[in-house]
């Protein structure tokens, strides 16, 4: 499933992006919220030492770095969330990554200033963030994207990137699912649709 040696022409800086999205506390680390549900965060916490050595290799090549973080606010459900998360059951369950809590915070690779954070309230990196518009408008058509969760925003923001008319390069291991099937069934699609996927030391030695 993963691409041959990438082409550093395909990836230089000043085409491409590097996209992080939600590296957080709820998502990834031992004392975040989905680890306290039970769920197993062996794969995330290992994305998130991948993101770091992306972050790093982009860094040194002038590959500009975007983070995303998905933010909640309490009491903020609209109609639809709150429907949703009844029919689950779940309208008692703690909210992810509420804006202001430790859950909300970054882990692994931290922006530095002068680097885009973008705060979003839907999966996708795009919706309603003017993430399109600030990429476009520094000439980037690539972005080579990592983060949390495989099947659910970074997928999202795939498919949203491709309809923007942006290459798209996926980090396969420094992206995670809680259960692996979701993220190897998630990276065939997107490949199938025309992501390249590689692993994160590839694009270390593209950007070299």
């Known amino acids: 499933m993963t691409s041959p040696a990438l ?64 933010i909640a606010w309490p009491q903020s459900d609209g109609p639809v969330v709150a429907e949703a998360r009844a029919r689950r059951g779940e309208s008692d369950r703690p909210r992810l990554c509420i804006e202001g809590t430790s859950g909300a915070a970054f882990v692994g690779p931290q922006p530095r200033p002068g680097e885009l954070v973008v705060s979003k309230h839907r999966y ?24 949390l969760t495989t099947e659910c925003c970074v997928q999202s923001s795939v498919w949203a990137a ?17 259960e692996d099937d979701l993220h190897r069934v998630a990276l065939k699609a997107m490949e199938l649709s025309g992501a390249n996927l590689a692993a994160a030391a590839d694009f270390r030695a593209a950007w070299k």
Request: proline letters at 5%; hydrophobic letters at 50%; charged letters at 20%.
């Open 7 to 70: 082409n550093p022409q395909w990836l230089t800086p000043q085409r491409t992006a590097l996209l992080l999205i939600d590296y957080q506390v709820d998502f990834a680390w031992p004392e975040g919220q989905m680890a306290r549900d039970g769920a197993d965060i062996g794969p995330a916490l290992r994305a998130v030492a991948q993101a770091e050595t992306l972050a790093e290799a982009a860094r040194a090549a002038g590959v500009p770095l975007v983070f995303t973080r998905s």
């Open 124 to 147: 996708s990196s795009f919706h309603g963030t003017g993430l399109d518009t600030a990429l476009k408008a520094k000439g980037i058509d690539t972005l080579v994207i990592a983060g």
């Open 162 to 178: 491709f309809e923007r008319g942006f290459h798209v390069f996926i980090a396969a291991d420094a992206c995670a699912a809680y």
